[in-house]
């Protein structure tokens, strides 16, 4: 079963909300983040531009995170952009008339 693109945002909100929260990630997180932002994109179906600029830079984020070093400092390092992201995903889903579930 596939997930529609607000259940998506609703997920990938969830697993970067974990991230700044909790400090701390499995790799399969990342590749979850990863799999998340490449079928958002492939959807085309968000009429946020800034969530849309973002997801390249989000799918960065899930590269980077199997391979660092310090899962804490990467998480830190990238704070102040995942909460943007968050924001954005936030936008979005009110936009498309849900809610972040929490």
């Known amino acids: 079963m596939q997930l529609n693109i607000a259940h998506q945002l609703q997920l990938l909100h969830d697993l970067l909300d ?3 929260n909790d400090l701390d990630y499995t790799l399969s ?3 979850q983040i990863k799999r998340l932002v ?3 994109i492939s959807q085309e179906q968000l009429s946020n531009e800034q969530l849309s600029q973002f997801l390249p830079e989000i799918y960065h984020y899930g590269s980077q995170g199997k ?3 310090n899962i804490k400092e990467h998480i830190i390092t990238n704070q102040q952009q995942i909460e ?3 924001e954005a995903i936030m936008l979005s889903l009110s936009e498309h008339g ?3 579930i929490r």
């Open 29 to 31: 997180e990342y590749e």
């Open 38 to 40: 490449r079928s958002i």
């Open 67 to 69: 391979h660092v070093q």
């Open 18 to 20: 974990d991230h700044v």
């Open 98 to 100: 849900h809610d972040i």
């Open 84 to 86: 943007n992201w968050l």
